[in-house]
């Protein structure tokens, strides 16, 4: 059976409400007294993270970079070389880490087990990714960061919006964040059950296509200041594997009228072959 689309915008509000959203957080936060303090990385009894695997995760956490070049799913754009034909560039990303051993461990803590005291370590990170961004993604302030939103199911099953949360406190001067500008679109029941196509593609333009209507942007902020002259926008999610969720989120941006100078994600995968699974990319 099929819900009526009104139902589940219906059911999208209410878990997406500010009442709901502090249920979440309060029982996040019992939860948080209740388990016992054990390191996310070496899980000893010592603190969130214990003070032998602190220097490690920091310095994973250190050093910003660009981090496009392996991302085959990015959207494309043309370069001039001088020549008769641009080349084709991959849009720009900053990563504020290399998706590494430690960096993935606390991210997933981080995200699906509640350990939210692990943002301690990931906003400094995050903000110095972003102090970056206008050297390394060579675009000039004020921006507008818009973050890659939570599905309603990861955010019922979290309580709380990982992106949004690692942004808390994290914006050096002349960044705003355009929450709710980017939101999911809602897939029909019988397209979710559809098996997979055989005959899909791999090839890098498939990849770069594939479920590039994911998102939609809200016309709740389609007139907002955000998006105002003189803003450069920039996309902002926790993780890139592929790139195929930025290509989706700049596909609808771009469907709105707005090009995004570029992306800040906090870990990149860094090493062809070695992708985790894409639904780390803010489910
Ligand atoms: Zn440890």
Same mark, same amino acid.
């Given at each position: ?6 139902? #589940? ?8 409400? +500010? ?29 969130? =993270? ?7 995760? =920091?310095?994973?956490?250190?050093? +910003? ?27 720009? =990303? ?9 960096? %993935? ?64 406190? #994290? ?25 997979? %196509? ?19 942007? %809200? ?62 990319? %803010?489910?």
């Amino acid at each position: 059976m099929r819900l009526p689309s009104g139902c #589940a915008v219906g059911l999208d509000r209410l878990v997406l409400a +500010p009442a709901a959203r502090a249920l979440g957080r309060s029982g996040r936060e019992l939860a948080g007294l209740l388990m016992p303090s054990l390191c996310v990385l070496c899980g000893r009894q010592d603190g969130t =993270v214990c003070p032998e695997c602190a220097p490690g995760l =920091v310095a994973e956490l250190l050093h +910003p970079f660009r981090a496009e070049q392996d991302a085959a799913a990015l959207p494309l754009y043309p370069v001039p070389l001088g020549g008769p034909e641009p080349s084709l560039h991959p849009v720009p =990303v900053v990563a504020a880490a290399r998706y590494g051993a430690e960096a %993935s461990r606390a991210l997933l803590a981080f995200k699906d087990h509640g350990r939210t005291a692990v943002a301690g370590y990931l906003r400094p990170a995050v903000h110095r990714a972003l102090a970056a961004a206008p050297r390394l993604l060579e675009a000039q302030g004020p921006f507008t960061l818009v973050p890659v939103p939570s599905s309603a199911a990861g955010f019922r099953a979290r309580g709380y919006d990982p992106v949004e949360e690692l942004l808390t406190g #994290a914006l050096p001067p002349g960044w705003q964040v355009a929450p709710g500008w980017l939101a999911h679109r809602r897939r029909p029941l019988v397209a979710a059950f559809r098996p997979r %196509s055989s005959h899909a593609g791999t090839g890098s333009r498939q990849r770069r296509h594939r479920g590039r209507d994911r998102f939609r942007t %809200s016309r709740r902020y389609a007139a907002n200041a955000q998006r105002g002259p003189g803003r450069n926008v920039v996309v902002f999610d926790d993780v890139m594997t592929t790139g195929s969720t930025l290509a989706a989120t700049w596909h609808a941006l771009e469907q709105d009228g707005v090009r995004p100078v570029g992306a800040v994600v906090v870990a990149a995968v860094t090493a062809p072959g070695t992708a985790p699974d894409e639904g780390l990319n %803010s489910a």
